[in-house]
C-alpha cells in the first residue's frame, strides 16, 4: 500500500503467470521482488502504486468444475469496486480458457476479454473525474513440446498463436492500450505455460516503459 495520495494506482488481474506460479509442479510461488507485479513497483517507484490480483486458473468467464472460484468476470466486479480508484487495470487473461474441458477458440475467448474491459470501464472510477485506462496484454506462447506437459492442455500452443490478432481487435474496439507480450518473451521449456525469472523481469520492463509514456512520466 501507498500512502501518498498522489499515487497512480494500477490493478494487475490475471492468473497464474500474474500470481507468481513457478514452471514445475511444486506449486510454488516466486517471491515478490522477482515477480513482474514486484520488479514493476520498484522500477516505477514511489509514484506508482501496483496491486497484484492474480490467481492460478483464472479464467476469462467461466467456471471451472474443478477448480472453485476461478470464474474471473465474477471476481472482477467485486474486485474493482474494492480496489477503486484506479488509473489503470492490466489484463492478462485467456490461456486457462483454453483447457479441453472448456474447448474455448481463440475467437471466442477473446469476445470474453471484452466482456471484462466492458465491465472494467463500466465499474472503475479514479479520483479525477477521468476513464480508467485498461491495458490489455495478448499472453505468451504456450508450448505442446515440454519436460512437463499440462494435463487437459493438448494442442494450445496453435490457439495461443491466434491470440493477439484477435485481442488487438478487441484493444482498438474498446479503445484500449495494447501490447502482444509474446514478442518479447516465452514460457519456461519445464512446462510450457508458466514463465522463468527472466521473463518475469522481461515483463517488467516492456511494462514500465508502456505505463510511463501511458501516464507522461
Given amino acids: 500500500m501507498k500512502t501518498d495520495k498522489n499515487s497512480i494506482r494500477i490493478l494487475c488481474y490475471g492468473g497464474s503467470n500474474t500470481w507468481g506460479h513457478t514452471p514445475d509442479e511444486s506449486f510454488f510461488r516466486y ?3 522477482i515477480r513482474w507485479t514486484g520488479l514493476l513497483q ?3 517507484g514511489d509514484k506508482f502504486e501496483i496491486i497484484e490480483e492474480g490467481l492460478n486458473g483464472r479464467t476469462t468467464v467461466l467456471d471451472d468444475p474443478k477448480k472453485e472460484g476461478r470464474n474471473g468476470r465474477t471476481y472482477l466486479i467485486p474486485c ?3 480496489q477503486n ?3 489503470l487495470v492490466i489484463l492478462m487473461l485467456g490461456t486457462n480458457d483454453l483447457k479441453e474441458r ?5 475467437e471466442q475467448i477473446s469476445k470474453n476479454i471484452e466482456e471484462l474491459i466492458i465491465i472494467i470501464k463500466k465499474l472503475s472510477v ?3 473525474s477521468k476513464l480508467t485506462k485498461v491495458l490489455l496484454i495478448s499472453p505468451a506462447f504456450m508450448k505442446d513440446n515440454c519436460k512437463v506437459p499440462k494435463a487437459g492442455m493438448k494442442g494450445t500452443e496453435a490457439k495461443t498463436k491466434q491470440f493477439a490478432k484477435f485481442y488487438r481487435e478487441v484493444a482498438g474496439r474498446q479503445k484500449c492500450e495494447f501490447i502482444d507480450i509474446a514478442q518479447y518473451l516465452q514460457p519456461s521449456d519445464i512446462d510450457g ?4 525469472k527472466e521473463a518475469h523481469a522481461k515483463i517488467a520492463e516492456v511494462l514500465e516503459e ?5 501516464f507522461n512520466k
Fill in 31 to 33: 517471491p515478490a521482488n
Fill in 85 to 87: 480508484p484506479l488509473d
Fill in 102 to 106: 472448456f474447448n474455448r477458440s481463440p
Fill in 80 to 82: 474493482i469496486n474494492s
Fill in 126 to 128: 479514479n479520483e479525477d
Fill in 193 to 196: 505455460s508458466h514463465l522463468g
Fill in 210 to 214: 508502456k505505463i510511463r509514456t501511458i
Fill in 42 to 44: 520498484k522500477k516505477l
